[in-house]
């Protein structure tokens, strides 16, 4: 059975709620959408061919979605989710889900209890990320002690730190620091430059002293699209480490293995399957398949769409909550305490927080 999706906003982001809802029929029936002005409405009725409502009340009461997508700015998220929730409807809620620690409080306090809402984060489901859970999961590298991020920004980053250290809601000591550097800005969201330029680049390094281990966040502007910059994850445990697709560890007395995270790609040379995942491997075993195989999909858009899946089961109660809102809540009291660190010089503390005494 499909999922009745809609969406609130319809901005760059919300757009990939939106092709996913259209282009993935079996799993999602885009049932109705809002956004703040006219012309963003009438731009998604001829773009997804969806109904559009004036109002977050009639989106609800009219199109009668199983999940609303909140997916706004920053700045207006705290409000919109805490609209939806009004409404009685589900949520999952792009991140971050409030923009300062007093707004995650109040969010909290005001819709927390209610069960209602998930995060949209998807980091953690990347087809690579979610194949290194799967060999930290088997006990490969034994106990994660420390997760090195350089990739992506802020919470985002922290969801994936959070994500391999099994981290929880405990008390925090965040450290940060930040310089500038040249740097060629080849390409950004639009596309390819057509004169780049070597412009200062702002670099955060930030270290995260939690219960479980150590966190090293190391993000450089435009990371995400600027290819001359390295993605970069590293996952050590008691015995062993990933880097990246390169796994390290002790099978056995005296015998140290070198071995890799493999993706089976389709659409190279003479395979006429389509380009696309097909799955990864590691030494023999399936590590991560393509649940959505033959949509020729991206790995944030795969990662999105298995979000949406599990948010939409979870909503229809038949399944269990992907993401719940304390974690998202939880992700962002970090990377705001990273920005602050990085802000002042000073180490900052987090303390366990509303959503942390409530889940634990």
Same mark, same amino acid.
């Given at each position: 059975?499909?999922?009745?999706?809609?969406?609130?906003?319809?901005?760059?982001?919300?757009?990939?709620?939106?092709?996913?809802?259209?282009?993935?029929?079996?799993?999602?029936?885009?049932?109705?959408?809002?956004?703040?002005?006219?012309?963003?409405?009438?731009?998604?009725?001829?773009?997804?061919?969806?109904?559009?409502?004036?109002?977050?009340?009639?989106?609800?009461?009219?199109?009668?979605?199983?999940?609303?997508?909140?997916?706004?700015?920053?700045?207006?998220?705290?409000?919109?989710?805490?609209?939806?929730?009004?409404?009685?409807?589900?949520?999952?809620?792009?991140?971050?889900?409030?923009?300062?620690?007093?707004?995650?409080?109040?969010?909290?306090?005001?819709?927390?209890?209610?069960?209602?809402?998930?995060?949209?984060?998807?980091?953690?489901?990347?087809?690579?990320?979610?194949?290194?859970?799967?060999?930290?999961?088997?006990?490969?590298?034994?106990?994660?002690?420390?997760?090195?991020?350089?990739?992506?920004?802020?919470?985002?980053?922290?969801?994936?730190?959070?994500?391999?250290?099994?981290?929880?809601?405990?008390?925090?000591?965040?450290?940060?620091?930040?310089?500038?550097?040249?740097?060629?800005?080849?390409?950004?969201?639009?596309?390819?430059?057509?004169?780049?330029?070597?412009?200062?680049?702002?670099?955060?390094?930030?270290?995260?002293?939690?219960?479980?281990?150590?966190?090293?966040?190391?993000?450089?502007?435009?990371?995400?699209?600027?290819?001359?910059?390295?993605?970069?994850?590293?996952?050590?445990?008691?015995?062993?480490?990933?880097?990246?697709?390169?796994?390290?560890?002790?099978?056995?007395?005296?015998?140290?293995?070198?071995?890799?995270?493999?993706?089976?790609?389709?659409?190279?040379?003479?395979?006429?399957?389509?380009?696309?995942?097909?799955?990864?491997?590691?030494?023999?075993?399936?590590?991560?398949?393509?649940?959505? !195989?033959?949509?020729? +999909?991206? @790995?944030?858009?795969? %990662?999105? &769409?298995?979000?949406?899946? /599990?948010?939409?089961?979870? #909503?229809?109660?038949?399944?269990?909550?992907?993401?719940? !809102?304390?974690?998202? +809540?939880? @992700?962002?009291?970090? %990377?705001? &305490?990273?920005?602050?660190? /990085?802000?002042?010089?000073? #180490?900052?503390?987090?303390?366990?927080?509303?959503?942390?005494?409530?889940?634990?």
């Amino acid at each position: 059975m499909s999922v009745r999706i809609g969406v609130v906003g319809g901005a760059w982001r919300a757009q990939f709620f939106g092709r996913l809802a259209r282009d993935l029929p079996e799993d999602f029936e885009l049932v109705g959408m809002t956004a703040r002005t006219p012309a963003t409405r009438e731009s998604w009725r001829r773009t997804f061919g969806c109904p559009t409502h004036d109002s977050v009340g009639a989106l609800v009461a009219q199109s009668r979605p199983d999940l609303v997508v909140v997916a706004v700015s920053h700045a207006a998220n705290e409000d919109v989710v805490r609209e939806v929730v009004d409404e009685g409807a589900h949520v999952l809620a792009e991140t971050p889900p409030a923009t300062d620690v007093a707004g995650l409080r109040r969010l909290w306090h005001d819709v927390g209890a209610t069960g209602r809402v998930q995060v949209a984060e998807q980091y953690p489901l990347l087809p690579g990320h979610a194949a290194r859970r799967w060999v930290v999961e088997q006990g490969t590298i034994g106990e994660v002690t420390q997760v090195q991020v350089s990739s992506t920004h802020g919470y985002h980053s922290v969801a994936l730190i959070r994500s391999f250290l099994g981290a929880g809601f405990g008390p925090a000591t965040v450290t940060a620091h930040r310089h500038t550097a040249p740097l060629l800005d080849p390409e950004d969201r639009t596309g390819w430059h057509v004169d780049p330029q070597v412009r200062e680049a702002t670099t955060t390094l930030a270290v995260l002293d939690l219960p479980e281990g150590t966190g090293l966040h190391d993000f450089t502007d435009n990371q995400w699209h600027n290819r001359l910059l390295h993605r970069r994850i590293l996952i050590r445990g008691t015995r062993g480490e990933i880097r990246d697709d390169s796994v390290l560890h002790l099978p056995e007395p005296e015998t140290i293995v070198r071995s890799s995270i493999d993706r089976a790609q389709l659409g190279h040379d003479l395979d006429l399957d389509g380009y696309d995942t097909s799955h990864l491997t590691f030494e023999g075993a399936v590590a991560h398949r393509n649940p959505f !195989l033959g949509a020729r +999909l991206a @790995d944030e858009e795969i %990662a999105i &769409a298995t979000l949406m899946r /599990a948010a939409g089961a979870w #909503a229809q109660d038949e399944g269990e909550a992907p993401y719940p !809102l304390a974690q998202g +809540l939880q @992700d962002q009291l970090l %990377a705001l &305490a990273i920005e602050e660190s /990085a802000r002042t010089g000073a #180490a900052v503390h987090t303390r366990v927080e509303p959503w942390g005494r409530t889940v634990s």
